[in-house]
Each structure stands twice: as structure tokens, then as C-alpha cells.
């Protein structure tokens, strides 16, 4: 049935259903889920359960192997589910009076949740039961099924910070400086920041001078004690490009991690991306962190980097994690 217009693209002569959400930017995670069907049965049903009297064999064994399967194959019978590397799949059963609940639980390290894989596994292992009672109880039904819980994704990463956090972008490019080229990347940056709720102080062009860069990066941590500072640019493999050796001059701890996590990230998507040079770390309170001078590998690192990068903040302010 067709709910809603706004569901579908329309052309000029035929109709055809949205795509798929894009979910090729997203970061894999841990995520689990866990999904409950209640079937209802009469406690005669349930007494031949026990005793393993039903014609067709015992029904939980078989219903355990439906859930897995179904769960595995959720993306077959779901058209808009993506397919998923599932890591774990288990169903459990609780025999009542006149019911039977089914608990099923999937995990999986991946860019989507498995929610739908869980609430599959538990409507195939309730209708597996259902086809090998129905013999002896006509009154059946599926009374419930529904998500109980999930867990993962980048929603589970954003900070609730005791404080407002201030930050600086500085862009390193002697073209920008000159005026011969645009600065995109620093805009996408102070735009992504706004977007998690941090306030941009400055946001500033400089060549690609060494000097500078450290002269900057010292008054944003000493004398401005702001909590966040981006750079774009300068990270990669020519004369000009001083970024991570006047960085590191600054920091007073290396984060070697969190350039790792941004270049693993964008090594999936573009290959050039192990060729960036970025440091990171802290001065004082001060986190910063190098970022490449391209809009798209400032796009790549911060989707790989926020909201996790937040959490730098509740460490420095020494309230562990």
C-alpha cells in the first residue's frame, strides 16, 4: 500500500521507491539489540512442549535455528535493510501457564544497527513455533512483538559537557592567504563544530609558515585557553607543508590515536589518505588537532573523529571517562 508521495522519486513516467539511506559515511561500532515476541498458547500446548509431545518434534530447537537464520537474512526479506556482518546471534524461551516468550539478541561491529535483525529473529522463531503447534492448538496467536532494547552508533558517544566548549579553526594555505583560492574546508569545519554545540571563536588564515602556526597555536591555549583548536593544511609531503612539525613543538601530549582513527577512516575511502602527516594532542586544557587541507578530507576526518573526539574534554577536566 502506498502511504505518502513524499515516500517515493516520481519521473516523468513512472513512480519508483527512495534509496537506500546512505550510510557510507559512518564509522563501524559495536551495536546490539534485543526483541521480544510473546506467542499465546493453551497450557495443553505447553504441556506437550515440555514433554516433547508435539507431532512435529520439539518446536524451540527448530524456532532457535529460524531465528538465526533469520536474523542473518534480514536484509533479504527487509528491502531497505542494509546487508550486515552479524557477529552473534542467540534466541532464548520462557515457557509460562499460556505463553511462550521469545528473546532474541544479535551484535554486530558495523555502520548500522541491528534492530531489525533482532525483531526478525524473534517473528521467525514465534511463527516456527506457531507452524509445528498449530496441529494441536487452534487458538494461537502472536500476541506482541517488540523492540526491548539497542545499543551503539555515534548517538551513544555524544557528551553532555559540564560546560559550553570554545574553539578556533586555523587554516594553513598560502594560496588562501593570497586570496588565489577560497577556504572551504575551514568553513566546513567551524560549521561541523556548530553543529555539536561548540562555539567558534576564531576562525583564521595563515601561510604556511612555521612560525606562525606555533605563535597561533600558543595563544589559543595560553592566552585565549580555549578548549578546542582545528587546523586544516600543511599536512602532507611538500617543502611548504610545516603543520605537524610546528604543532608538535607545541604539544605538550601527543594523541597519536585520534590522527590514526581519521586516517584509518579515510584510508577506506581514498587511498592517499595514509599519506597525511596530522598530529595531535594537548597544551594545557587545550586538545589540538591537525586536520588535511581538502574539504573532503576534512569532511572524512571529522565524521570519523565527532562526536567521540568530545570526550577528550571530560578527561581533561579530570573526570575520567
Known amino acids: 500500500m502506498i ?16 534509496s537506500m539511506k546512505d550510510i ?5 561500532t559495536f551495536r546490539t539489540a534485543k526483541a521480544r515476541a510473546v506467542l499465546r498458547v493453551s497450557s495443553e500446548t505447553i504441556r506437550l512442549i515440555r514433554e516433547n509431545k508435539i507431532p512435529k518434534g520439539d518446536p524451540l530447537p527448530v524456532a532457535k535455528v529460524a531465528a538465526v537464520q533469520a ?4 536484509s533479504q526479506l527487509i528491502p531497505y535493510c542494509h546487508p550486515i556482518p552479524i557477529d552473534f546471534v542467540d534466541c532464548k524461551f520462557e515457557l509460562d501457564k499460556n505463553s511462550i516468550e521469545i528473546t532474541a539478541e544479535v551484535k554486530a561491529v558495523y555502520k548500522t544497527g541491528v534492530e531489525m535483525e533482532a525483531l526478525t529473529a524473534a517473528a521467525a522463531a514465534a511463527l516456527t513455533i506457531y507452524d509445528m503447534a498449530k496441529a494441536v492448538d487452534d487458538s494461537m496467536e502472536i500476541a506482541e512483538i517488540r523492540l526491548v532494547s539497542k545499543k551503539g552508533g555515534k548517538s551513544d558517544f555524544a557528551e553532555s559537557l559540564e560546560k559550553p566548549l570554545r574553539a578556533a579553526v586555523l587554516v594553513l594555505s598560502d594560496s588562501i592567504a593570497s586570496g588565489k583560492k577560497e577556504d572551504s574546508s575551514g568553513r566546513h569545519i567551524v ?3 556548530k553543529e555539536q554545540g561548540v562555539e567558534v571563536t576564531e576562525h583564521k588564515v595563515i601561510p604556511d609558515d612555521a ?10 591555549a595560553d592566552s585565549l585557553k580555549l578548549d578546542l583548536v582545528f587546523t586544516t593544511g600543511g599536512t602532507g609531503l611538500s617543502s611548504r607543508d610545516v603543520t605537524p612539525e610546528a604543532t608538535a613543538k607545541v604539544l605538550e601530549k601527543e594523541i597519536p590515536g585520534v590522527v590514526e582513527a581519521a586516517r584509518a577512516y579515510g584510508q577506506e575511502r581514498l587511498p592517499l589518505a595514509m ?4 598530529k595531535a594532542g594537548v597544551r594545557g ?30 578527561m581533561l577536566w579530570d573526570g575520567g571517562h
Request: aromatic residues 6%; charged residues 25%; hydrophobic residues 35%.
Open 191 to 193: 560549521e561541523r563544530l
Open 285 to 314: 586544557k587545550t586538545l589540538i588537532v591537525n586536520l588535511p587541507g581538502s574539504k573532503r578530507g576534512v569532511e572524512e576526518s571529522l565524521d570519523a573523529l565527532l562526536p567521540g573526539l568530545l570526550h577528550a574534554f571530560k
Open 24 to 28: 557510507s559515511n559512518k564509522v563501524k
Open 211 to 220: 612560525g606562525q602556526i606555533e605563535q597561533n597555536l600558543v595563544r589559543y
Open 3 to 18: 502511504h505518502s508521495m513524499a515516500d517515493f522519486q516520481v519521473s516523468s513516467q513512472y513512480i519508483f521507491p527512495k
Open 275 to 278: 599519506l597525511s602527516r596530522g
Open 71 to 74: 536474523a542473518k537474512n534480514t
